[in-house]
C-alpha cells in the first residue's frame, strides 16, 4: 500500500472568531482567546462582479479559505489539483429554493438553480483562478473533512502532484436547522505537496483506525469543532500551530476514524 503521507504548505481558515489562519494559530496555540462572533465572509476574490454577485455563503467560505492557503504556499493557483469536501451545500439557498416550490409561482430562477449543486464552489474557483487541473468534490455527512484529507492524500501519493484540499460548511435557517443544527460557516484548505520544500510547514500521514476521535482542551473551540463538519480538522490544524509531533484521530465514519500523524516543523 502506498503510504498516504505529504507535506502541508498553505494553510487557510474562517470560521466564527477567526478571521484567517494566523490569528486561528493565535487561538489554538491558547496565546489569544476566541471571541464570539459570527462569521465574516469577504466577496470572493477573482470573480467578474456579475459571478460575484452571484455567490452565497458556501463559495465566500470555499474561496477564502483557498484563496489564502494557496497565497501562503507560494503555488500559482491555476496549476492546482484540487479537492473540495462538504457535507451539504449553500442551506440558506436550499431553504429559499423550497419557499419557492411551496409558493404559488414556483418558478426558479437560474441563479438559485445552479448554486444549489453541490460542486458550484469548485466552478466559482475555476472561474476565479482560471484553474484548468483536476477538481473532485466529494461529500460524507460530519466526516466530510476526514473524507477530503484522504482523497487529496491519495492524490498527492498516486499522481505526485500538489493538490488544494478545501472543506466548508454552512449554516442553514430554520426548519432546516432543526435537521442539520449548523450554526455558522467554516472553512478551511490545506495545499499538500508530494515533497518537502523551504514552505514546508508539516508532514503528515494518514490511516484508518478505530481509536476515539480528538477532543480539543478548550471549551470554546471543542463547541465549533463539533458544531460544523469543516471544523473536525481543528484538532490537525492545533498540532500544526503547535509545531509539535502529534497523532490526532478526526471523525469519518461511524467505526472507522482517520489517523494522522503530524510532524511540525518537519
Known amino acids: 500500500m502506498i503510504p498516504l503521507r505529504a507535506y502541508v504548505e498553505g ?4 470560521g466564527p472568531g477567526l478571521g484567517n489562519w494566523p490569528e486561528a494559530a493565535e487561538v489554538l496555540t491558547q496565546r489569544a482567546a476566541l471571541h464570539a462572533a459570527r462569521t465574516v465572509l469577504p466577496a ?37 489539483a484540487a479537492v473540495f469536501a462538504a457535507s451539504g451545500g449553500d442551506g440558506g439557498n436550499f431553504h429559499a429554493i423550497c419557499e419557492t416550490l411551496a ?13 444549489s449543486v453541490h460542486n458550484a464552489p469548485a466552478g466559482y474557483w475555476s472561474i476565479a483562478t482560471r484553474a484548468m487541473a483536476a477538481s473532485n468534490v466529494l461529500c460524507a455527512y460530519d466526516g466530510s473533512f476526514a473524507a477530503g484529507l484522504l482523497e487529496s492524500l491519495a492524490q498527492v501519493s498516486v499522481d505526485g502532484a500538489a493538490t488544494l ?34 514552505r514546508s510547514l ?5 490511516r484508518l483506525c478505530a481509536a476515539p476521535v480528538a477532543a480539543l482542551d478548550d471549551a470554546a473551540l471543542e463547541a ?26 478526526l471523525d469519518y465514519l461511524d467505526d472507522t476514524q482517520l489517523a494522522v500523524d503530524v510532524e511540525s516543523p518537519c
Open 11 to 14: 494553510i487557510g481558515v474562517i
Open 44 to 80: 470572493p476574490a477573482g470573480l467578474p462582479s456579475a459571478e460575484r454577485r452571484r455567490t452565497g455563503p458556501v463559495v465566500r467560505a470555499a474561496l477564502a479559505a483557498a484563496h489564502e492557503a494557496v497565497a501562503q504556499s507560494g503555488r500559482d493557483a491555476a496549476t492546482l
Open 103 to 115: 409558493s404559488d409561482e414556483p418558478q426558479l430562477s437560474p441563479t438559485r438553480f445552479h448554486n
Open 165 to 198: 484540499l478545501v472543506a466548508y460548511d454552512t449554516d442553514y435557517p430554520e426548519p432546516l436547522r432543526s435537521a442539520r443544527p449548523i450554526d455558522d460557516a467554516f472553512g478551511v484548505a490545506l495545499v499538500l505537496a508530494p515533497r518537502k520544500s523551504e
Open 202 to 206: 508539516a508532514r503528515i500521514e494518514a
Open 224 to 249: 465549533l469543532r463539533v458544531s460544523n463538519p469543516a471544523a473536525r480538522a481543528l484538532p490537525l490544524l492545533e498540532a500544526i500551530a503547535a509545531s509539535r509531533t502529534a497523532s490526532v484521530v
